[in-house]
């Protein structure tokens, strides 16, 4: 099926919870409409930055719901559907893909780690699935599964519908031009992520994207679109303010992403679910404070 190559900042929304813990489908409709209002090219949902490994597999299928049906077609969508097998995977792949998703996105399997031989069947069983274009996520543990650049590009060029990379093993640059030379036009596309804390040298490298979440979706368009306009001294310019605000995320993750979404309107609670999620102490939120402030006069919502 054809489709438009993807390119751009696809931003992921979190899944926002209430204080009982449950998800909060107004706040996650108007996380979505902020991605789309900040000017984000796509969406990615339910991933890594929106806690999915803490969501029932209904949880998993009603996020998947809500936010095709509140992009409403505005932007494309990217559903996230890495399972725990491949009968669990195909599963989340082919109810993405029914529910009208653009694509899906998916890691190897992510609990009891998998051979090279049951990576490709895993992905070679989604391209038999599904006929719209699939990401693979090459990510690193203890959650991914980082794979070769070998393995990378014989997918690519064997799999039909696989077609994409997004590239966060370390380090990501390397792993992307290694992919680039092996796979050739076979890769549609290649795209960071890590919050966007290495943009610069992946667009270089001929990146097509980047995968950010979503809390500071109107920045990260804003230096997209100055890579893409060729000024680099000024799109480095802008990355340097960024730099506090994404070390402080490669620290607490989803504490900050809610944090700042909460304290820019868009969701009405911090509430986090994902085992193990670091909590923002008076350092941290007076830190935050300071890096907000010098931030703000660039924000566009």
């Known amino acids: 099926m054809a489709h438009q190559p993807f390119r751009g900042v696809f931003a992921i929304p979190v899944t926002p919870f209430d204080k009982q813990g449950k998800i909060d489908e107004s706040s996650?409709?108007?996380c979505i409409d902020f991605c789309v209002a900040g000017g984000a090219h796509g969406i990615v949902n339910p991933v890594n930055a929106s806690e999915f490994t803490s969501l029932t597999d209904d949880e998993r299928k009603r996020v998947t719901e809500i936010t095709i049906e509140q992009t409403n077609g505005r932007i494309p969508v990217v559903i996230?559907?890495?399972?725990?097998?491949?009968h669990h995977a195909v599963e989340l792949s082919r109810y993405a893909a029914h529910v009208g998703a653009?694509?899906?996105?998916?890691?190897?399997p992510y609990v009891r780690k998998a051979t090279a031989a049951e990576i490709y069947e895993y992905y070679r069983a989604l391209s038999a699935a599904v006929d719209i274009p699939?990401?693979?996520?090459d990510y690193i543990g203890p959650v991914g599964t980082p794979m070769s650049a070998d393995l990378l590009s014989r997918m690519l060029r064997e799999l039909e519908h696989v077609k994409y990379l997004k590239e966060e093993a370390v380090p990501a640059g390397?792993?992307?031009?290694a992919v680039m030379a092996k796979a050739g036009d076979s890769l549609e596309g290649v795209m960071g992520g890590a919050a966007g804390r290495y943009i610069m040298d992946e667009f270089r490298r001929g990146a097509q994207?980047?995968?950010?979440?979503?809390?500071?979706?109107?920045l990260h368009v804003q230096l997209w679109d100055l890579l893409e306009s060729g000024d680099e001294t000024a799109a480095f310019d802008f990355y340097r303010q960024m730099l506090p605000l994404m070390n402080l995320e490669s620290l607490y993750s989803f504490a900050v992403y809610k944090e700042v979404l909460h304290r820019r309107g868009v969701i009405d609670y911090t509430t986090m679910r994902a085992a193990g999620a670091p909590m923002l102490d008076d350092y941290d939120q007076?830190?935050?404070?300071?890096?907000l402030a010098d931030l703000?006069?660039?924000f566009l919502l």
């Open 174 to 177: 390397h792993m992307m031009t």
């Open 296 to 298: 703000k006069p660039l």
């Open 209 to 218: 994207g980047t995968m950010p979440a979503c809390e500071i979706v109107d």
């Open 134 to 137: 699939i990401f693979i996520q």
């Open 102 to 108: 653009d694509a899906v996105i998916a890691m190897p």
């Open 80 to 86: 996230g559907t890495s399972g725990v097998s491949t």
């Open 286 to 291: 007076r830190e935050l404070d300071m890096i």
């Open 28 to 30: 996650l409709r108007r």
